[in-house]
């Protein structure tokens, strides 16, 4: 490569950096500010002019969170209900994608694009109709009022996305199983989930994360103090009168952590359940 060839290579790496980090930093700045906000006094907190980094950072509210909220209880029933989300999620689409994805029926274009029109409605569209449905099964004020329109509402995507997964499974291996004996159940369980691994730990952080960040169904369908998630939580901390921001900003950011951790652990396999399918060979 000659001298020029390398000045233009050198370049574009800048410029691709550079746009790479004006758009971490502009994704960031968010995250940043409220967690620089925990850190200053509360007198500090609407100084004028704002300051991006405390002057006198302290860990006051991180101290006082505990014994003044109920973090630790919002943040164990947020793992409950993206827990049973993700649960009944799976349950649900699963056998749907194989079945679409290994048998050839009449109407399965159709059924396809009909479970795709549910991604298409914003879940306030549908508060009103669902509440209906929630109290005359009698489910309100239970977990199952959250969990299953949270499971109804991210099931398109999770339909698709193992849908197309599957699909990139060949089939001689489930035929090659079959003529060993076995069923169609171990086939699926011990055969084909094992090799769906990156799409299902896709699948599962994707509804995880869908359910953990729901406020609507659990403002709707909770009055119970005791279920409420981390969302949930923090918007009972506005008050008529008087809100400690800076309380609300410290539960927000302990709130993140256990996404952050999950993130962190599944980033390999989040990535290339993402990504399948994307190219075709």
């Known amino acids: 490569m000659t001298m020029a060839g390398q000045d233009r290579g050198r370049l574009r790496k800048v410029r691709l950096y550079g746009v790479l980090l004006v758009l971490f930093g502009v994704m960031m700045f968010p995250f940043y500010t409220m967690f620089s906000s925990t850190l200053k006094p509360e007198s500090g907190l609407f100084a004028s002019p704002a300051t991006l980094v405390p002057t006198e950072p302290t860990i006051q509210s991180y101290l006082a969170v505990w014994g003044q909220t109920d973090v630790l209880l919002w943040i164990a029933n947020s793992f409950l209900i993206s827990g049973g989300t993700v649960v009944l999620t ?114 599962i952080t994707y509804t995880f994360l869908y359910a953990w960040n729901r406020l609507l169904f659990v403002l709707t369908f909770l009055t119970d103090a005791g279920k409420y998630n981390v969302p949930r939580g923090v918007f009972s901390m506005v008050g008529a009168l008087q809100t400690d921001w800076r309380m609300m900003l410290t539960v927000s950011v302990i709130g993140i952590v256990p996404l952050l951790i999950l993130f962190a652990f599944l980033e390999e396999y989040i990535v290339a359940g993402m990504t399948s399918g994307a190219v075709k060979d």
Request: with cysteine; hydrophobic share 55%.
């Open 90 to 203: 799976l349950l649900l689409a699963i056998p749907a994608a194989y079945s679409c994805a290994r048998n050839d029926f009449v109407g399965k274009r159709t059924f396809l694009l009909a479970v795709l029109v549910g991604q298409m409605f914003a879940p306030v569209v549908l508060i009103v109709g669902l509440f209906d449905v929630v109290t005359g099964f009698g489910l309100f004020n239970s977990y199952l009022a959250v969990i299953i329109p949270a499971a109804a509402f991210t099931l398109p995507f999770n339909v698709w996305m193992l849908y197309g997964y599957f699909g990139t499974i060949p089939v001689s291996l489930e035929e090659s199983a079959r003529i060993d004996g076995a069923s169609q159940l171990q086939i699926l369980t011990k055969i084909v989930l094992p090799l769906t691994k990156p799409a299902l730990v896709a699948s």
